[in-house]
Protein backbone atom coordinates (compact mmCIF):
# COMPACT_ATOMS: atom_id res chain seq x y z
CA UNK A 1 0.00 0.00 0.00
CA UNK A 2 1.70 3.24 -1.07
CA UNK A 3 1.99 5.88 1.82
CA UNK A 4 0.20 8.68 -0.27
CA UNK A 5 -3.43 7.39 -2.07
CA UNK A 6 -5.33 9.94 -4.12
CA UNK A 7 -8.56 10.05 -5.34
CA UNK A 8 -9.94 9.55 -7.81
CA UNK A 9 -7.24 9.12 -10.26
CA UNK A 10 -8.95 10.84 -12.88
CA UNK A 11 -12.38 12.91 -12.74
CA UNK A 12 -13.92 14.68 -15.81
CA UNK A 13 -16.64 17.96 -15.04
CA UNK A 14 -18.13 19.98 -16.77
CA UNK A 15 -17.28 24.10 -16.26
CA UNK A 16 -19.11 25.54 -12.90
CA UNK A 17 -18.81 21.95 -11.08
CA UNK A 18 -17.52 22.08 -7.47
CA UNK A 19 -14.79 19.69 -7.94
CA UNK A 20 -12.87 17.65 -4.70
CA UNK A 21 -9.90 15.32 -4.64
CA UNK A 22 -8.77 13.35 -1.93
CA UNK A 23 -5.57 13.22 -0.43
CA UNK A 24 -5.04 10.14 2.28
CA UNK A 25 -1.93 9.03 4.36
CA UNK A 26 -0.72 6.53 6.34
CA UNK A 27 2.48 8.21 8.18
CA UNK A 28 2.79 10.91 10.58
CA UNK A 29 3.33 13.92 8.61
CA UNK A 30 5.04 17.31 9.49
CA UNK A 31 3.54 18.96 6.57
CA UNK A 32 1.20 18.68 3.15
CA UNK A 33 1.72 20.18 -0.23
CA UNK A 34 -0.92 20.48 -3.09
CA UNK A 35 0.88 21.21 -6.35
CA UNK A 36 -0.58 21.32 -9.69
CA UNK A 37 1.06 20.39 -12.82
CA UNK A 38 0.02 22.07 -16.06
CA UNK A 39 -0.62 20.12 -19.28
CA UNK A 40 2.74 21.13 -20.49
CA UNK A 41 4.56 20.26 -17.33
CA UNK A 42 4.89 22.89 -15.48
CA UNK A 43 4.33 22.67 -12.08
CA UNK A 44 2.84 24.84 -9.28
CA UNK A 45 3.10 24.47 -5.35
CA UNK A 46 -0.53 25.45 -4.72
CA UNK A 47 -1.03 24.79 -0.69
CA UNK A 48 1.22 23.82 2.06
CA UNK A 49 -0.89 22.96 5.51
CA UNK A 50 -0.07 21.30 8.66
CA UNK A 51 -3.58 21.89 9.66
CA UNK A 52 -6.68 23.63 9.38
CA UNK A 53 -7.81 25.12 6.01
CA UNK A 54 -6.14 27.75 3.30
CA UNK A 55 -8.15 29.43 0.40
CA UNK A 56 -6.76 30.67 -2.66
CA UNK A 57 -9.19 32.31 -5.05
CA UNK A 58 -11.40 29.57 -6.21
CA UNK A 59 -9.28 26.98 -4.17
CA UNK A 60 -9.55 25.69 -0.86
CA UNK A 61 -7.61 23.07 0.73
CA UNK A 62 -8.43 21.53 4.24
CA UNK A 63 -6.31 18.81 6.27
CA UNK A 64 -7.28 16.23 9.31
CA UNK A 65 -4.66 15.21 11.01
CA UNK A 66 -6.29 12.66 13.10
CA UNK A 67 -8.03 11.06 10.08
CA UNK A 68 -4.65 11.41 7.53
CA UNK A 69 -6.62 13.38 5.34
CA UNK A 70 -6.46 16.45 2.89
CA UNK A 71 -9.23 17.61 0.82
CA UNK A 72 -8.48 20.03 -2.22
CA UNK A 73 -11.66 21.61 -3.12
CA UNK A 74 -12.37 23.55 -6.53
CA UNK A 75 -15.36 26.16 -6.71
CA UNK A 76 -16.55 27.42 -10.18
CA UNK A 77 -14.52 25.27 -11.85
CA UNK A 78 -13.32 26.61 -15.53
CA UNK A 79 -11.49 24.49 -18.13
CA UNK A 80 -8.07 26.53 -17.53
CA UNK A 81 -8.55 24.45 -14.01
CA UNK A 82 -7.60 21.01 -16.42
CA UNK A 83 -4.53 19.66 -14.95
CA UNK A 84 -2.88 16.76 -12.70
CA UNK A 85 -3.47 17.55 -9.19
CA UNK A 86 -0.27 16.11 -7.08
CA UNK A 87 -0.51 15.86 -2.99
CA UNK A 88 2.98 15.27 -1.34
CA UNK A 89 3.66 14.83 2.57
CA UNK A 90 7.00 15.41 4.57
CA UNK A 91 6.79 12.23 6.27
CA UNK A 92 8.17 12.00 10.12
CA UNK A 93 9.08 8.55 9.67
CA UNK A 94 11.93 8.65 6.44
CA UNK A 95 14.77 9.62 6.23
CA UNK A 96 14.15 11.34 2.25
CA UNK A 97 11.15 12.72 4.83
CA UNK A 98 9.38 13.68 0.80
CA UNK A 99 6.51 11.28 -0.68
CA UNK A 100 4.26 12.14 -3.54
CA UNK A 101 0.77 10.77 -4.65
CA UNK A 102 0.31 9.56 -8.25
CA UNK A 103 -1.77 12.55 -9.24
CA UNK A 104 -5.45 13.28 -9.77
CA UNK A 105 -5.51 14.11 -13.53
CA UNK A 106 -9.09 16.41 -13.71
CA UNK A 107 -10.28 17.87 -16.96
CA UNK A 108 -12.80 20.33 -16.89
CA UNK A 109 -15.24 20.55 -19.75
CA UNK A 110 -16.38 23.58 -21.28
CA UNK B 1 7.08 31.96 -14.74
CA UNK B 2 8.61 30.89 -11.08
CA UNK B 3 12.14 32.47 -11.27
CA UNK B 4 13.44 29.20 -11.39
CA UNK B 5 15.12 28.13 -14.80
CA UNK B 6 16.54 25.06 -16.25
CA UNK B 7 18.58 23.77 -19.38
CA UNK B 8 18.62 22.56 -21.05
CA UNK B 9 14.89 22.07 -22.09
CA UNK B 10 15.17 18.96 -23.78
CA UNK B 11 17.49 16.64 -23.76
CA UNK B 12 18.69 13.29 -25.93
CA UNK B 13 21.20 10.88 -25.29
CA UNK B 14 22.28 7.06 -25.33
CA UNK B 15 22.62 4.67 -22.63
CA UNK B 16 26.21 4.60 -21.04
CA UNK B 17 26.11 8.49 -21.43
CA UNK B 18 26.60 11.40 -18.76
CA UNK B 19 25.01 14.42 -19.13
CA UNK B 20 24.84 17.16 -17.10
CA UNK B 21 21.44 19.70 -15.92
CA UNK B 22 21.42 22.53 -15.21
CA UNK B 23 19.42 24.70 -12.80
CA UNK B 24 19.39 28.32 -11.38
CA UNK B 25 17.47 29.16 -8.48
CA UNK B 26 15.10 32.32 -7.74
CA UNK B 27 17.01 35.58 -6.91
CA UNK B 28 17.83 35.21 -3.38
CA UNK B 29 16.89 31.24 -2.51
CA UNK B 30 19.48 29.48 -1.30
CA UNK B 31 18.18 26.22 -1.48
CA UNK B 32 17.66 23.80 -4.79
CA UNK B 33 16.01 20.46 -5.08
CA UNK B 34 15.79 18.06 -7.59
CA UNK B 35 13.01 15.97 -8.53
CA UNK B 36 12.78 12.98 -10.81
CA UNK B 37 9.61 12.68 -12.94
CA UNK B 38 8.65 9.20 -14.94
CA UNK B 39 5.62 7.85 -15.72
CA UNK B 40 6.15 4.75 -13.58
CA UNK B 41 7.81 5.89 -10.57
CA UNK B 42 5.51 9.32 -10.88
CA UNK B 43 7.76 12.27 -8.35
CA UNK B 44 10.23 11.08 -6.66
CA UNK B 45 12.76 13.66 -4.63
CA UNK B 46 16.42 13.22 -5.74
CA UNK B 47 18.38 15.71 -3.28
CA UNK B 48 18.58 19.06 -1.91
CA UNK B 49 21.23 21.56 -1.71
CA UNK B 50 21.28 24.68 0.38
CA UNK B 51 23.42 27.35 0.53
CA UNK B 52 26.40 24.89 -1.38
CA UNK B 53 25.82 22.15 1.11
CA UNK B 54 23.50 18.89 0.70
CA UNK B 55 21.02 19.14 3.50
CA UNK B 56 18.86 16.40 2.05
CA UNK B 57 18.75 13.03 -0.01
CA UNK B 58 16.25 11.27 -1.25
CA UNK B 59 16.06 7.94 -3.64
CA UNK B 60 19.29 9.35 -5.57
CA UNK B 61 21.17 7.23 -7.57
CA UNK B 62 24.70 5.96 -6.61
CA UNK B 63 25.06 7.10 -10.82
CA UNK B 64 23.51 10.63 -9.99
CA UNK B 65 25.22 13.22 -8.49
CA UNK B 66 24.46 17.13 -7.68
CA UNK B 67 26.54 19.78 -6.24
CA UNK B 68 25.77 23.56 -5.93
CA UNK B 69 27.76 26.30 -6.76
CA UNK B 70 28.89 29.69 -5.02
CA UNK B 71 26.28 31.79 -7.03
CA UNK B 72 23.81 29.08 -6.00
CA UNK B 73 23.43 27.48 -9.73
CA UNK B 74 23.07 23.94 -9.56
CA UNK B 75 24.04 20.93 -11.40
CA UNK B 76 22.59 17.34 -11.51
CA UNK B 77 25.33 14.80 -13.48
CA UNK B 78 23.61 11.79 -14.31
CA UNK B 79 26.34 9.22 -15.61
CA UNK B 80 26.05 5.33 -17.28
CA UNK B 81 22.44 6.46 -18.19
CA UNK B 82 20.30 3.27 -18.90
CA UNK B 83 16.35 3.49 -20.44
CA UNK B 84 15.19 3.44 -17.54
CA UNK B 85 16.81 7.32 -16.74
CA UNK B 86 14.31 9.17 -19.17
CA UNK B 87 12.06 11.17 -17.46
CA UNK B 88 11.52 14.76 -16.65
CA UNK B 89 13.68 16.36 -14.34
CA UNK B 90 12.79 19.27 -12.41
CA UNK B 91 14.46 21.23 -10.29
CA UNK B 92 13.26 23.86 -7.46
CA UNK B 93 14.24 26.32 -5.46
CA UNK B 94 13.06 28.14 -1.90
CA UNK B 95 14.29 30.99 0.19
CA UNK B 96 15.94 29.11 3.21
CA UNK B 97 17.05 25.81 4.24
CA UNK B 98 13.58 24.43 5.78
CA UNK B 99 12.26 22.39 3.56
CA UNK B 100 8.58 20.92 2.91
CA UNK B 101 7.86 21.18 6.30
CA UNK B 102 8.48 24.77 6.72
CA UNK B 103 8.46 26.60 2.70
CA UNK B 104 6.98 26.58 -0.03
CA UNK B 105 9.30 25.33 -3.61
CA UNK B 106 9.40 27.08 -6.92
CA UNK B 107 9.76 24.74 -9.01
CA UNK B 108 11.58 25.07 -12.74
CA UNK B 109 10.07 24.01 -16.46
CA UNK B 110 12.15 21.02 -15.92
CA UNK B 111 14.32 19.40 -18.42
CA UNK B 112 12.96 16.24 -20.39
CA UNK B 113 15.80 13.34 -20.94
CA UNK B 114 15.33 10.59 -23.19
CA UNK B 115 17.58 7.88 -23.32
CA UNK B 116 17.87 5.49 -26.32
Known amino acids: KNEVEQSPQNLTAQEGEFITINCSYS?????LHWLQQHPGGGIVSLFM???GKKKHGRLIATINIQEKHSSLHITASHPRDSAVYIC????????????FGKGTHLIIQP | DSGVTQTPKHLITATGQRVTLRCSPR?????VYWYQQSLDQGLQFLIQ???????AKGNILERFSAQQFPDLHSELNLSSLELGDSALYFC???????????????FGPGTRLLVL
Open chain 1, 88 to 99: AVRSDERADGLT
Open chain 1, 49 to 51: LSS
Open chain 2, 27 to 31: SGDLS
Open chain 2, 92 to 106: ASSVGGGGWQQETQY
Open chain 2, 49 to 55: YYNGEER
Open chain 1, 27 to 31: VGISA
